[in-house]
């Protein structure tokens, strides 16, 4: 099962952009790289899923360098409303595609 | 995209009692999970439902506390048993369409017991 490691929190302020680095060293061939992310009395969300080089939609960024043995979580132009816990999960074929959450990165925006 | 109603939101339990969460998918879903979350933590997953068969459950979690039922695909139930203060947390039930799919979750179910 492969495992991840990323900071444990992050400061920013509005406006800049937000970058999430997360290691993955024992990933495995037919693993996806997803980002959820997660408000406080609330479940986790979806955020962008990615297997090798960029991927980009409406909230984030994934970039995966060629090794896939990590990826970068980009959040442009956060505001308040972005302050959360994002978690970097790598799927296990292997296991029944159970997702296992990693400790995650708690950011907090400041004006 | 599917909706996941989870009841109840809360409960403040007796601690020697049990309780039963139930989770309402509004689709057929292949894979149900239920998560456990700590204050302050990260989940952790306590078992796989399958769909007209026994739970499979991850290390640290028994059946006999934490008997799970599937009796459909849009539908299960996670029962706390013998409850302690230390199974005070959040359970999360999330579900997911298939490999690579997006999970989705419930708003969760937090436990107090007393």
């Known amino acids: 099962l492969a495992k991840t490691t990323q900071p444990i929190s992050m400061d920013s302020y509005e406006g800049q952009e937000v970058n999430i680095t997360c290691s993955h060293n024992n990933i495995a061939t037919n693993d996806y790289i997803t980002w959820y992310q997660q408000f406080p009395s609330q479940g986790p969300r979806f955020i962008i899923q990615g297997y090798k080089t960029k991927v980009t939609n409406e909230v984030a960024s994934l970039f995966i360098p060629a090794d896939r043995k990590s990826s970068t979580l980009s959040l442009p132009r956060v505001s308040l409303s972005d302050t959360a816990v994002y978690y970097c999960?790598?799927?296990?074929?292997?296991?029944?595609?159970?997702?296992?959450f990693g400790g995650g990165t708690r950011v907090l925006v400041k004006p | 995209s599917a909706v996941i109603s989870q009841k109840p939101s809360r409960d403040i339990c007796q601690r020697g009692t049990s309780l039963t969460i139930q989770c309402q998918v509004d689709s057929q879903v292949t894979m149900m999970f239920w998560y456990r979350q700590q204050p302050g933590q990260s989940l952790t997953l306590i078992a796989t439902a399958n769909q007209g068969s026994e739970a499979t459950y991850e290390s640290g979690f028994v059946i006999d506390k934490f008997p799970i039922s599937r009796p459909n695909l849009t539908f299960s139930t996670l029962t706390v048993s013998n409850m302690s203060p230390e199974d005070s947390s959040i359970y999360l039930c999330s579900v997911r369409q298939g490999e690579h799919a997006e999970a989705f979750f419930g708003q969760g179910t937090r436990l107090t017991v007393v």
């Open positions: 999960l790598v799927g296990d074929k292997a296991a029944g595609n159970k997702l296992t």
